[in-house]
């Protein structure tokens, strides 16, 4: 566990034990549904919910891009600027980000957002951009946002399919899966589950992020209900 981070969390009344695997650095020669399957083997029990980093699904699946090898638009060096600062981290407030967000999303939507953006930054709305841009530019990560070589020097994009991933890992180990994008600042949001999670459950039961931003290599986190684990 995050040495920050209790084991447990209350949730509803519920009380939820959060057991951390240590994996490899995983790389996009890995298969992640076979990742989760063979480290949480002998530890996973039935009735525990499985939760997945998404940026380490996206690695696995090529989505990792050295920044260095971004070529940045007009387009993007203009936008990024416009994008507000955000305490959890850069987002598309960087041109590779941008870039990668126009290249997902294309061109006109980006531009849309950002200009519908602006506009609600007027009158005291924020967040327009990101729900106009969609799930692919929100969970672009940026580089140097790792501590992990190489990825530190790679903009990581949001994984594609994250449902699919996850109902095929839920076949695989007869856990109940989801695909989290979570930040040190209680942002937790479930971006792909199977058809057994509660999406309110597991992600309040990952909102201070027992991943870890930093070393950990603890891409996988088994949730487990204490009163059903101990009847």
């Not at 209790?6 to 995983?26: M, Y």
């Not at 870039?99 to 006109?108: H, L, P, R, S, V």
């Not at 580089?143 to 594609?160: F, M, R």
Request: charged share 25%; glycine share 8%; net charge positive.
């Amino acid at each position: 566990m995050n040495a920050k981070r209790n084991p447990t969390i209350i949730v509803d009344g519920r009380t939820f034990l959060r057991i951390l695997i240590k994996t490899h650095i995983i790389t996009d020669k890995d298969d992640i549904v076979e990742v989760v399957e063979g480290y949480t083997r002998n530890v996973r029990q039935k009735g525990d919910m499985i939760a997945v980093s998404e940026k380490v699904t996206a690695i696995t699946q090529g989505r990792a891009i050295p920044e260095e090898k971004i070529k940045i638009s007009l387009l993007a060096r203009i936008l990024w600027r416009f994008v507000r600062k955000v305490p959890y981290g850069i987002g598309l407030r960087s041109p590779a980000t941008m870039q990668c967000a126009i290249n997902e999303c294309g061109w006109a939507r980006i531009l849309a957002a950002a200009i519908i953006g602006a506009v609600s930054k007027i009158i005291g709305r924020k967040g327009d951009f990101y729900r106009i841009a969609g799930m692919q530019a929100a969970t672009i990560d940026a580089a140097h946002t790792s501590p992990i070589p190489p990825y530190d020097q790679c903009v990581v994009l949001g994984p594609k399919n994250p449902e699919g991933v996850a109902q095929s890992i839920r076949e695989h180990t007869g856990c109940e899966t989801a695909i989290m994008d979570v930040n040190d600042i209680g942002g937790s949001w479930a971006i792909g589950y199977s058809a057994g999670i509660d999406k309110k459950i597991i992600e309040a039961a990952m909102k201070d992020n027992p991943f870890g931003q930093g070393k950990e290599l603890t891409p996988i986190c088994l949730i487990r209900e204490q009163n059903l684990a101990n009847m």
